[in-house]
């Protein structure tokens, strides 16, 4: 039973930078998709960045050119680099995998049936 640890969440000002990481520990199988997602009270849970297990990416336009997403060399981490964080990225952001193949990963809720708990990013103006 994979499990996922969220960690990295703050708080800073518009313009800065975080990285968030994803612990997983148990099996993980190969191949697999690993994603961040965000979201905000009453809104919908939002796809920002995914990977499958073959380094393929995607993102959302919201974020591109601004969030990367990497694994380690173990790829036991999950990492989310954000940089010129914007007030509109505050949000909870979590962690998702699945040993799911899709040779380009997408942010679709449904496809991760593994969760982290989650970790907030707050970002002021």
Known sequence: ?????????????????????????????????????????????????SINSGGVRTYSDSV???????????KKTLYLQMNSLKPEDTAMYYCAYDPLYRPIPRLDSGDFRVWGQGTQVTVSS
């Not at 969440?9 to 997983?24: E, F, H, I, K």
């Not at 591109?64 to 173990?74: A, L, N, P």
């Open 1 to 49: 039973q994979v499990q996922l640890v969220e960690s990295g969440g703050g708080s800073v000002q518009a313009g800065r930078s975080l990285r968030l990481s994803c612990t997983s520990s148990g099996h993980r199988d190969n191949p697999y998709i690993m994603a961040w997602f965000r979201q905000v009270p009453g809104k919908e849970r939002e796809g920002v960045a």
């Open 64 to 74: 591109k050119g601004r969030f990367t997403i990497s694994e380690d060399g173990g």
